[in-house]
């Protein structure tokens, strides 16, 4: 069952933990966005961490796209410009604020709207 997870909270345990607890973060944003979508990726949360640091960041540039287009999918919206505005943050090296984005819109489809 998807949790509801506090952003501001989150991105102080980031920093506080020098991005270990981003990286957790990741795991818990992928297997949440696979659960809203219903639309399962071949990859699993634990693969996409090991292959962000097998290529060096560059699958985790794709990820934020794709988690982009899966959201949109989720809302209702395909093609829309959130898979875009991930991709741009994570090519600037802000994947804190990406990931800030993609929990805001995850704890949107908690039954009590994110509250």
Known sequence: MKQNRSVA???VLSL???GIYALY??????????EV?????QTEGGMVI???FVTCGIYGIYWCYKMGQLLDEARGTPGGSQSI?????SLFGLNIIAFALMQSELNRFSPNGGL
């Open 85 to 89: 505005a991930y991709l741009l943050l």
């Open 50 to 52: 090991v292959l962000t």
């Open 16 to 18: 506080v933990t020098c």
């Open 25 to 34: 973060w990741m795991y818990c944003i992928h297997q949440d966005v696979q």
């Open 9 to 11: 909270m989150c991105i």
């Open 37 to 41: 979508s219903g639309n399962p990726m």
